[in-house]
């Protein structure tokens, strides 16, 4: 286990159209976020769980946004209805606590194209 | 809610020059985080300081946590063409949440 893992790497999906995505963690990290990443920009927070509960979400996030954590292992994030402002970098990252604090490790990303 | 801002938003030097980087935070912040991320990459977390006024370097990489805790800022001395990227602060107002990106400052060097 080397890192985060997200498939699939890239998207192309037609307006209207759902979507999911995978996020296999590190073993070991207990936490799991979910970030969106435009071009130019920040990664923007859209949701966390800790094991298999959901402990926030991001109130930018509307209702066709879905993740899932069932085991407190993998994770998939759906988008349903998709629309073309939704084509971004969808990241993943794993953290767990070391000696004072969190650090994450980010996955390589999902690149969605809504068309 | 908590903001995260970071100046300048782009930074062009000629290798061998320094390099900084500025993070303001609106809110107190429990720890601030450090990421790089190469183009076409993934944030790769650097550094993550937690007390006032931390002082922590990484050979020519020296990162500064305020004294109140809302500020913080990266220096890079003697700039080499590997520091090519965009490296993005990130804070959390308590230990136990997620943490909040800044918008990034993109370097690019002249070789």
């Known amino acids: 286990d080397t890192g985060v893992s997200q498939n699939p790497r890239h998207k192309i999906t037609k307006r209207g159209q759902n979507v999911t995505f995978r996020c296999d963690p590190i073993?070991?990290?207990?936490?799991l976020y979910w970030y969106r990443q435009t071009l130019g920009q920040g990664p923007e927070f859209l949701t966390y769980f800790q094991n298999e509960a959901q402990l926030e979400k991001s109130r930018l996030l509307s209702d066709r946004f879905s993740a899932e954590r069932p085991k407190g292992s993998f994770s998939t994030l759906e988008i349903q209805r998709t629309e073309q402002g939704d084509s971004a970098m969808y990241l993943c990252a794993s953290s767990l606590r070391g000696v004072l604090e969190w650090s994450y490790t980010f996955g390589s990303g999902t690149r969605l194209t809504v068309v | 809610g908590q903001q995260v801002m970071q100046i300048p938003q782009y930074q062009h030097v000629q290798e061998g020059e320094d390099f900084t980087t500025y993070c303001n935070s609106s809110t107190t912040l429990s720890n601030i985080q450090w990421y790089k991320q190469r183009p076409g990459g993934h944030p790769v977390f650097l550094i993550q300081l937690v007390k006032s006024g931390e002082v922590k370097k990484q050979k020519r990489l020296t990162f500064q946590f305020g004294e109140a805790k809302k500020n913080s800022s990266l220096h890079i001395t003697a700039t080499q063409t590997t520091d090519v990227g965009t490296y993005f602060c990130?804070?959390?107002?308590?230990?136990?949440?997620?943490?909040?990106f800044g918008s990034g400052t993109r370097l690019s060097i002249r070789p």
């Open positions: 073993s070991e990290h207990n936490r």
């Open positions: 990130a804070g959390s107002s308590s230990s136990a949440s997620k943490i909040i």
